[in-house]
């Protein structure tokens, strides 16, 4: 089993820790570098999907995670 932890960031994205295999909507590959910390967007704000470039910090987004069933 793979060793891959997902942080919810607070007030930001998500943070994936380990080797993962990222892909879009077609099964392609989206590249991330090897061995490096990823962090992938929650607000939908980023103009460099589906990768986290801060701009949560700069627009208005609920943060709020979904409450549980
Ligand atoms: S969560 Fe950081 S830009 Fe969207």
């Known amino acids: 089993?793979?060793?891959v932890k997902i942080t919810i960031s607070k007030n930001g994205g998500y943070r994936v820790d380990g080797d993962v295999t990222l892909v879009d909507h077609e099964g392609n590959e989206v590249k991330v570098r090897e061995g490096q910390r990823i962090n992938?967007?929650?607000c939908g704000h980023s103009k460099n999907k589906p990768f986290c470039d801060a701009t949560h910090n700069t627009v208005k987004w609920d943060n709020e995670l979904a409450k549980r069933g």
């Open 40 to 42: 992938l967007c929650r």
């Open 1 to 3: 089993m793979a060793d």
